[in-house]
């Protein structure tokens, strides 16, 4: 007897089954993730305060007291004083603040751009998928980071420059990660359906594709997240990309280093704070991922 | 299930890396406490027990010396950076020298004259002078060789300029050169000192080695060069016994290119190098001091603001210019921020130069007269101004802090910060409010002519604060032409003066140079042209 | 199989000569001029004339790019605007520190992740998890950890601290001693980098293949897991890694960048991230176009590795 298993009603009838339950059961099992929570509890503080600072009762992050140079952590300072005499504890979340807004915008900027042109690319096929393949194959040759560092040296140093540079990078990923999600969902039977209706193309994209390819990249989205900030620090760190007195992480690790051996906390706090924040956006995703990913939700069931 | 035990462990692994990354930081924090340990693989120990060295020579005589980049060209025409110029002084010779205080030496010349109106320059040459690598004998010819070849325009040299005024170059015999030029010039001996293209070389040796002869230079000098491995960043020089001065102790010098300054202060405290070239960091800097290495150092060069009259018109106005000057608190900043470098400056020309005068105007921290004279001048309400700052050094401290200081006296100072590449090409364009420049030439004339001539306004010239004063112009050209020292020094005397009352640059600090050098090295000061002269060197017995 | 491979490597060439010419232009676009930087404090309208024209900037863009490609395709990468050496050779001597370092940092974390991954795939079929979430924690961890920072730790400790690694030098690579001692702590911390995403990987992928019909099969007739593995599901559990040690590769070429930095060795991007200051064009897209080569060529023979493995494979 061949062990043939049903495909389930559910999954035949109702298409969004393939790629995930049912809208509201996701937002309860989603909370009810291990990994989401332990993600939430670390990233949501980080934000917030990076969201609030202006208003909360920090030292300003630039004022300069030289009479307090590279001071370890005390009461008054807890995260100690660098060269300058300045607060590092206002200047690690300030940090944060530029580091965290860099790390969301590249990401959202390159998974809105990664998304219309893979749809683009995936939906239409032909001559212009081949163009758009051909050229996103160009990007894809060369390593982001490198990438990143040859755009931002000839962009300038700057914040807007940075989230240019890593935007740009990200942008191929993100566009193949949708294209292949679009080829694989080109050819379902609703998709036939609303094309024999003769629904116009605009719609179909808007109604069928884009919603159906939105939750993976809701996961990637957190990882490249989090990529994009460690890109950034990398390249700050280079003394490219962000530089003083503009403190994102990466330029404050830097400034640190010439100081490493009698100031290690003011490279080592920023440092800390970029591992953590990115490990709990990595949380986030692999939660999210467990959450929305088909295939795990079918081994649970067995 | 399973998860719940396992979560409690998978917390647990998390946390072991920031609990390491503080345990390294627990360990940082106890040794930098006595920041002589540690250093368990060096050859060499420096503590407050190393006095003076103890005389006696070390067998091996050979100094390992730290590069900060690597030499382009050796060719003497294109010889510009320190690394290259610490080189070239070992291993060339030019007619004349400079000594410790900028005066003129005989090098390859034995004595030399000139006619009446400086117009004619003749020298009489050192006999029996070797070459390198078997090159034969230095006559004329090669005084004649060498320095046409920086006229040449497909040669392309850099130093072109110096010789401009150079009509012809003559050579009666082996041994005399007579310089005919087209215009009086009381500082031509500046054009054939031995720096940058008045260096020497064997037209045999160009002529037979072509392309290849700025990485197998040949000269005269008591080093000859013996690896050129421009891959691995890695130079020797070795001592040329045919040498026709002072033969060197050093049997080889071992130059090696670590650009990231922490590694390099790094290796030289672990015994890699006897000698840092051009270390910097404050901090850095006061670590190895109190370390106990010598901090052998030379003002090489001054720095100052450069106000660019046509980008912002605020400054065409004398008053603003000075007020300025008088709300930034120079002293503190140098004391305070870099109190390892430097002095304060009052003078737009370095004070390395024989021609420097301490007789002109300073501009002490005033800001309660800064704010009245921005008021006299219709800036009650505030000024805006914009400085442009090169991206790899980043806003610096002191730039901050002077930002500050501006503030109080109602000028707001925003900053624009732009790529290495970026800044040197807008401020050689003109492009720019404020910009720092530092100046370093051996040669007034240069410098002066540069900096204040209307003929020099960028792009092009490097007159960045599109200054004019015809007074001023009318003394540039005429020194040229006097060779009474006093009246020279009175002239430039004057152009000093005229200046530091004008205005048109702010002087901040001088520039130096530190090459902390292990304590058991004998080693001599450096040069007036902040190069060291490795015949003066030698290694003692370590501890 | 063949044909296969000659079509991948003539859809190569475009591609590669498709960055160059992305490359040329942003760069020739871009402001900065090599010759002003070059000559520092003091360059003057003529030595910055003479110097570009030395450099053969006055050229214009199209006509420079044209020549450049003639040049690239018959093999001859052209000059160093700025030093004395070709940009062959300047790739040459700083190529291999770079191919060393992200290779033996490839092979380590592929053959360790594997062997992680087999050990926690058994250890988990007996039900014991705790290798499995180390494993799983230890990714995000290090995934989420800059390879600068652990740069730092690991020169504060083992060059400043303890003194057990030379910090400068001469790197010659024949001087295996040598060389060793230089890239031991950067192959470390790329390794460590990359060792639990590819153990997870082999993890998943082998206790997946564990409970595949044929497997259980050759179980129940008696076999050892071990031997089932090695016999039959090896293979194809480690297809997946395969694929991912091309993205790997890439991402630590992208990591050798920054260990060049921090542990002060002379490879590729030392060079590039000078040359880029510098301004010197034909060195950047000479670099640009090794780096991009080398990426994929490497994920070409992961490729045609995968094909020869899997037979079953359609490649497109």
């Known amino acids: 007897m061949t062990a043939i298993v049903p495909v389930p009603e559910q999954v035949r009838t109702n298409p969004r089954s393939l790629h995930g339950p049912p809208r509201f059961d996701v937002v309860h099992r989603l909370v009810a993730n291990r990994r989401v929570i332990a993600g939430l509890v670390i990233v949501v503080p980080f934000v917030a305060l990076a969201l609030f600072f202006p208003v909360l009762p920090f030292r300003p992050p630039n004022a300069s007291s030289l009479g307090d140079r590279l001071s370890s952590p005390s009461l008054s300072h807890p995260f100690g004083t660098d060269t300058l005499g300045r607060d590092q504890l206002s200047r690690t979340v300030a940090g944060a603040r530029i580091s965290i807004m860099v790390g969301v915008l590249a990401a959202a900027i390159s998974i809105s751009l990664g998304m219309l042109i893979g749809t683009v690319a995936g939906y239409f096929g032909g001559w212009v998928d081949s163009i758009v393949s051909a050229v996103l194959n160009v990007f894809l040759s060369f390593p982001g980071l490198l990438i990143g560092l040859l755009l931002v040296a000839v962009f300038g140093p700057g914040v807007w420059q940075i989230v240019a540079a890593v935007s740009i990078a990200f942008t191929p990923r993100a566009a193949r990660l949708q294209r292949a999600s679009v080829l694989s969902m080109r050819n379902r039977p609703y998709m036939d359906a609303a094309r024999q209706a003769a629904a116009p193309t605009w719609w179909i994209l808007l109604r069928h594709v884009v919603p159906n390819t939105v939750s993976p990249m809701l996961v990637v989205g957190s990882i490249f997240t989090a990529d994009a900030i460690l890109i950034e620090a990398t390249i700050s760190f280079t003394g490219l990309g962000i530089v003083p007195p503009t403190p994102s992480w990466g330029s404050i690790i830097k400034g640190g280093q010439a100081v490493l051996r009698e100031a290690w906390w003011i490279s080592l706090v920023p440092a800390m704070c970029l591992i953590v924040f990115a490990i709990g956006l990595h949380l986030l995703a692999d939660g999210t991922r467990q959450v929305i990913d088909p295939s795990e939700q079918l081994e649970k069931q067995r | 299930m399973k998860h719940h035990a396992a979560s409690g462990r998978v917390a647990r692994r998390w946390l072991a890396v920031p609990i390491a990354l503080g345990l390294l930081a627990a360990i940082g924090g106890s040794a930098s406490a006595d920041s002589t340990t540690g250093r368990s693989s060096a050859n060499y120990s420096v503590g407050a027990s190393d006095t003076t060295p103890s005389g006696e020579l070390a067998e091996e005589q050979v100094l390992r010396a730290r590069l900060a980049a690597a030499p382009r060209s050796l060719d003497p025409a294109f010889v510009d950076r320190l690394d290259a110029e610490v080189m070239a002084y070992n291993i060339y010779n030019g007619l004349v020298d400079y000594d410790d205080e900028g005066a003129f030496v005989p090098d390859l010349a034995e004595s030399w004259e000139s006619n009446e109106d400086l117009t004619e320059w003749t020298f009489q040459l050192r006999q029996g002078v070797q070459f390198h690598n078997g090159y034969g004998e230095f006559t004329s010819a090669d005084v004649k060789f060498s320095y046409e070849r920086i006229q040449d325009p497909d040669i392309a040299s850099f130093f072109a300029i110096d010789f401009e005024n150079v009509g012809s170059i003559d050579t009666p015999d082996p041994y005399t050169v007579v310089f005919t030029l087209t215009e009086p010039d009381a500082l031509f001996l500046h054009s054939v000192a031995h720096f940058h293209g008045g260096d020497i070389v064997s037209q045999a040796a160009v002529e037979e080695l072509g392309d290849e002869f700025e990485a197998s230079p040949v000269g005269t000098g008591p080093f000859f060069l013996e690896t050129f491995d421009a891959g691995q960043g890695f130079y020797v020089l070795e001592r040329f016994d045919e040498y026709w001065g002072e033969p060197a102790t050093l049997e080889r010098v071992e130059l090696t290119v670590v650009d990231d300054n922490e590694a390099a202060a790094i290796a030289l405290e672990n015994g890699e190098f006897e000698m840092g070239i051009d270390i910097t960091g404050d901090d850095r800097l006061a670590q190895l001091e109190a370390d106990g290495f010598q901090m052998i150092t030379r003002a090489r060069s001054n720095l100052i603001t450069m106000l660019n009259p046509e980008a912002n018109p605020a400054f065409a106005d004398v008053r603003v210019r000075h007020a300025i000057a008088h709300c930034i608190d120079f002293t503190t900043i140098i004391e305070d921020l870099l109190s390892f470098r430097e002095a304060r400056s009052y003078n737009f020309l370095p004070p390395t130069l024989p021609e420097y005068t301490d007789d002109v105007p300073h501009y002490e921290y005033d800001p309660e007269l800064g704010r009245q004279l921005l008021e006299e001048a219709g800036y009650a309400d505030g000024l805006v101004v914009k400085r442009l700052i090169r991206g790899s050094d980043g806003v610096e401290d002191r730039d901050l802090l002077e930002q500050e200081m501006l503030a109080e006296c109602g000028i707001t100072e925003e900053f624009e910060t732009v790529e290495v590449s970026e800044f040197s090409e807008r401020r050689f364009q003109g492009d720019f409010e404020i910009a720092t420049r530092s100046v370093n030439e051996p040669n007034i004339d240069f410098i002066v002519t540069s900096l204040l001539h209307p003929d020099q306004f960028p792009p092009g010239g490097l007159n960045g604060a599109q200054y004019s004063n015809p007074e001023v112009t009318a003394l540039i050209e005429e020194a040229r032409s006097v060779t009474d020292p006093d009246e020279l020094k009175a002239m430039y005397g004057e152009i000093q003066r005229i200046v530091m009352e004008d205005l048109p640059y702010i002087p901040e600090n001088t520039l130096r140079q530190f090459w902390p050098t292990w304590d058991h090295v004998d080693v001599p000061e450096l040069t007036v042209l902040a190069s060291m002269d490795f015949t003066l060197v030698s290694i003692g017995v370590a501890d | ?316």
């Open chain 3, 1 to 316: 199989m063949l044909r296969y491979t000659l079509r991948r490597l003539a859809q190569l060439v475009p591609t590669v000569l498709g960055l160059v010419v992305v490359v040329y232009l942003v760069l020739r676009l871009a402001p900065g001029d090599p010759a002003v930087s070059a000559l520092g404090e003091n360059p003057t309208a003529e030595s910055v004339a003479r110097l570009r024209e030395r450099m053969g900037l006055n050229q214009g863009v199209i006509p420079g790019l044209l020549d450049y490609m003639g040049g690239v395709l018959r093999g001859d990468l052209g000059d160093s605007i700025v030093e004395t050496r070709s940009v062959s050779q300047i790739i040459g001597d700083s190529l291999p520190v770079t191919i060393v370092m992200a290779s033996a940092a490839l092979v380590l974390s592929v053959m360790l992740g594997v062997v992680l991954g087999a050990a926690a795939a058994y250890l988990s079929s007996r039900g014991r998890d705790a290798l499995d979430h180390g494993l799983t924690g230890g990714a995000i961890v290090m995934e989420a950890t800059p390879a600068f920072v652990l740069g730092l730790v690991g020169l504060l400790l083992f060059v400043l601290k303890l003194g057990w690694l030379p910090a400068t030098g001469i790197f010659d690579l024949v001087d295996i001693g040598n060389t060793a001692r230089r890239l031991a702590l950067p192959v470390a911390i790329l390794t460590v980098g990359s060792l639990a995403t590819i153990a997870r990987l082999a993890r998943t992928s082998i206790l997946e293949v564990l409970n595949e019909d044929y497997v259980r099969t050759a179980r129940s007739l008696g076999e050892s897991p071990f031997a089932a593995l090695r016999g039959h599901a090896l293979r194809n559990a480690l297809l997946p890694v395969m694929t991912l040690s091309g993205i790997t590769f890439g991402r630590l070429l992208g990591g050798t960048v920054v260990m060049e930095l921090i542990f002060t060795l002379p490879g590729m991007g030392t060079t590039l991230l000078k040359t880029i200051v510098d301004r010197d064009y034909p060195v950047v897209q000479g670099i640009v176009l090794v780096y991009a080569i080398l990426y994929v060529l490497v994920n070409l023979i992961t490729d045609l590795l995968y094909r020869r493995a899997d037979p079953r494979v359609v490649l497109t």
